[in-house]
């Protein structure tokens, strides 16, 4: 029965039972490194924290579930995941990634696999030209955001999931915008969905923690070993604190999208203000695919104020009083960031200004506060 439950009841019971040793409902923190063998390799199960654990085991299949895939990995960062992913190419192999993208991803891409013959394209995929025109021989993976961090570029994953199928490539997605509450990439066509779970899946703003989901048995099989070989764990507490949050992600999903629909407009219809990314916005560029494949368009949204420059950005977001002033996304709590200085500095100022990543851009997580005050603050902030 569990198999199929809807989405909203899957968050809590997706892959979870209760625990074996005294039935407790929420899986015990198994705060250990080892397990007792009976004889070198009479075990329950269990060997070592690096390989397997109870806490995360339960964290895995809650992920698996909600992510409509088979197999699930926990790592200790959303980056450790991703390193995962890169490390089942070889020297020699090109990547092609939206030409918009967290700094952070931006920056493993180029600073580290490109050193060890990694190469990488970054193209703009609103539609599947540039992407077909970057493919060649060496092309073994397609990288897709969606939405973009910070532009909220929201790419066709059905579209991309047919030209890397045509032609034999990896499809990995990047769902941390989103959240499977929105969208569930493997469905449309992806062989990997990753997180940075230290967002909405989490969603408190207390752990760090990355994942991947696939249905594909030989993927798995590789991402397995790399886990345990690579060894980027997560803790079995913060696996606990991930589950957790999961299992509110629904309901906290749906106040991010209404919160984030009335900033949306609030900002729009404000005459200080120059552009606003939103998906849900129908003057939005990507809008149309955005109905089509999300279910609701997000907490996360960027905004230009008229006139501003690096400055005048900074002196809003400091004059902010509930918005936080901090990197991160997808916690209760609404923060404020800008993304030049802070979540992609790492990108030379050539190539994000060439996305839409100017000085003056502002990004918001909208939080699950009451919408009233955060555009008081907003509206005293942008005055
Ligand atoms: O921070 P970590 O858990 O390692 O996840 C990295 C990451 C990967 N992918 C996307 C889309 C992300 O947004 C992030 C992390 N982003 C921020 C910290 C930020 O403020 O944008």
Redesign the pocket.
Known sequence: MKDKLHFNSQTIHGGQEPDKAYGAVMPPIYQTSTYAQTTPGGHKGFEYSRTHNPTRQALERALASIEAGEFAFAF???????DAVLKLLKPGDEVISTDD?????YRLFTKIYEDFGIHFHFVNMASTDALNAAINENTRMVWV?TP???MMNVIDIKAVAAVCKSKELLLAV?N??ASPYLQQPLLLGADIV??????YLAGHSDV???SLVTNDKHLAERIGFIQNASGAVPGPMDCFLTLRGIKTLHVRMQRHCENAAQIANYLTSHPKIEKVYWPGLEGHPNHTVAKAQMNDFGGMLSFVPKGANYNTAIQIIEKLKLFTL?????GVES?A?H?AS???ASIPKNIREQSGVVDALI?L?VGIEDVRDLIADLEQAIA
């Open positions: 200790g960062s959303g980056l450790a995941a991703m993208l967290y700094g952070g991803s955001e973009t961090n910070p990047d941390t915008f990753m997180h940075s779970a230290t967002k760090i923690l990355g901090a990197e991160s996304l997808g923060l960031g993304p802070m979540t992609h990004r997580s």
